[in-house]
């Protein structure tokens, strides 16, 4: 039987070079380096490992499946939720005339949410977490700091990786170091993968798809297809040397392991 953690958690931070200051060399900025995503089987048997009832992780994860779901009907209805995880509620973003408001609302231009805020006890384990910190400066090649949304592409938080997740449909901007993308071979592209759940969706794109394509920003269109809230893997894929002409003998990789949809 597992035993509940005795020790801190430990919070791994990358530093990457932030490349949109002006005069300053050396400022980094830094943001997480995340794990495997976890499902809700993944935390069942977590619980079912703890507890002295030898209870089926199966029916943990059927159990919290329901639950999720009863949240999700209830937010959707208009109710806010407060959980040991934090609060949540429903938001909505729109601009209508007052005549409009009379028919039914033209649902393109109506975009509902859940706004969520950390609980007391959540912001306690983020306080009192143990830091390291990866200093990645002195990667060789391709070196990808964010990817945010064309509109968020010169916003300096963003470029800090503070970013909003990108809607379907909406151009997206990786924000880089040497990452101008080009060279031989069926694999020179930009590739996204998703991450959460099984499905392993993939989507390609060739170099005649990246715009805009320079040594400090990739850009390419996130599918209309992709759901909300997904998250998803970037992989850059370029045999272009540090000064964006020469090619290399060998094409370079590197890879964000997630953003949101």
């Not at 997480?32 to 499902?39: E, I, M, R």
């Not at 209830?74 to 973003?93: D, K």
């Not at 379907?168 to 060279?183: E, F, L, P, R, S």
């Not at 040594?215 to 992989?235: E, K």
Request: with cysteine; glycine share 8%; hydrophobic share 35%.
């Amino acid at each position: 039987m597992a035993k509940e953690p005795t020790q801190k958690a430990k919070l791994v931070l990358k530093a990457l070079d932030l490349a949109l200051t002006q005069n300053i060399k050396n400022d980094c900025y830094v943001q997480p380096k995340l794990q495997k995503c976890l499902n809700m089987h993944d935390l069942a048997s977590e619980v079912a490992a703890l507890s002295t009832r030898q209870e089926d992780p199966e029916e943990i994860t059927r159990t919290g499946n329901q639950l999720m779901e009863r949240m999700m009907w209830y937010l959707s209805a208009g109710y806010s939720i407060s959980t040991p995880l934090g609060y949540f509620r429903p938001t909505s973003q729109g601009v209508f005339l007052e005549n409009e408001l009379t028919s039914a609302l033209d649902r393109k231009r109506l975009k509902l949410g859940v706004a969520y805020s950390a609980s007391k006890q959540m912001r306690q384990l983020l306080d009192e977490v143990e830091i390291d910190v990866e200093i990645q400066k002195s990667v060789t090649g391709p070196q990808l700091y964010s990817v945010v949304s064309a509109q968020d592409a010169q916003n300096p938080a963003a470029a800090r990786g503070e970013d909003r997740a990108i809607e379907a449909g909406q151009t997206c901007i990786i924000k880089g170091k040497n990452i101008k993308v080009g060279g031989e071979g069926d694999q020179i592209g930009v590739t996204i993968q998703r991450t959460d759940g099984d499905s392993g969706e993939k989507f390609f794109f060739p170099v005649s798809k990246l715009y805009p394509n320079t040594a400090m920003q990739v850009g390419f269109v996130l599918p209309a297809s992709v759901a909300d809230g997904s998250v998803w893997s970037v992989t850059l894929c370029t045999q272009l040397g540090s000064n964006g002409t020469a090619l290399l003998k060998e094409p370079r990789t590197a890879t964000i392991s997630d953003f949101l949809s």
